[in-house]
């Protein structure tokens, strides 16, 4: 396993034909009405696994493209959520010019961040030392590769990054929660994790009645949003709060994830 997954590409229909779709058109063509599409609107997702008492807010896929107040808006939600822990699961930036100003918004939340990098952030040539800063700052740290041990919750993060299962080592605390931007890898792993953190799917941003996701980049089949159990160990795939390619969603807000472990 490595991060080979990072060309996107659209599935079930091409990405010619998607954009044909006009955002004026497609609500007509949906038979749906305008209400649906919720590009900004955070939602709150809780995720009980376990009797606590940690509290942790996951996110993933921000894509900050310099939308100040919807970035005040999300690190208000989670603040006010108040976890013991934030887990942020790759593609912060794609471009290294937002990348201060994202770095300013992780800076804001009030307790530790610890993330994993995402294909977008690879390619953005933003150095992984401006994210360690950013993320150490708040109390937490940049885990490619690493692993940061929460004792007061028995608890390790273990992060996945370039070098991928080659540098799990042995657990080092009663339970292990894996965070990894591909939810596909959770398929060939080596071994299971008490919980899974993944993002990358952006839940596929416009999902119809009884059908799903309509689009979806490599790296996501068959687990693009929700809840699965996967030989790795339970996965929870994030929709992410931005929006890539496409920008807007339909019938699939932007999502944070409060999980209970």
């Known amino acids: 396993m490595s991060y080979a997954l990072q060309e996107h590409s659209m599935s079930r229909i091409t990405r010619r034909k998607f954009l044909g779709l006009s955002?004026?058109?497609?609500?007509?063509?949906?038979?749906?009405?305008?209400?649906?599409f919720e590009t900004n609107t955070l939602r709150v997702t809780k995720l009980n696994h376990g009797p606590g008492p940690c509290r942790l807010v996951h996110f993933s896929d921000f894509h900050y493209r310099g939308d100040p107040d919807y970035a005040a808006e999300v690190v208000r939600t989670i603040n006010e959520l108040a976890p013991n822990l934030v887990c942020f699961t790759g593609d912060l930036v794609e471009e290294a010019r937002f990348a201060p100003a994202a770095f300013e918004f992780i800076r804001q939340i009030n307790v530790p961040v610890y993330g994993i990098p995402g294909n977008h952030d690879f390619q953005s040539g933003v150095l992984f030392s401006d994210f360690a800063v950013a993320f150490a700052a708040t109390g937490g740290a940049w885990l490619p590769d690493r692993s940061a041990i929460l004792p007061e919750h028995d608890l390790e993060l273990v992060g996945f990054g370039p070098r991928s299962v080659h540098a799990f080592s042995a657990p080092q605390a009663a339970r292990q929660v894996l965070l990894m931007h591909y939810p596909q890898m959770a398929n060939g792993l080596g071994r299971r994790f008490d919980l899974i953190l993944a993002g990358h799917s952006h839940g596929g941003q416009i999902r119809l009645p009884l059908v799903g996701a309509i689009i979806l980049p490599k790296?996501?089949?068959?687990?693009?949003?929700?809840?699965?159990?996967?030989?790795?160990?339970?996965?929870?795939?994030?929709?992410?709060?931005?929006?890539?390619?496409?920008?807007?969603?339909?019938?699939?807000?932007?999502?944070?994830?409060?999980?209970?472990?």
């Open 23 to 36: 955002a004026l058109a497609l609500p007509a063509a949906l038979g749906a009405d305008s209400s649906a």
């Open 219 to 261: 790296g996501v089949r068959p687990y693009e949003h929700g809840f699965y159990e996967t030989p790795g160990g339970p996965l929870y795939v994030n929709a992410g709060i931005g929006t890539y390619r496409i920008p807007f969603r339909w019938n699939c807000r932007p999502e944070l994830t409060l999980v209970t472990i």
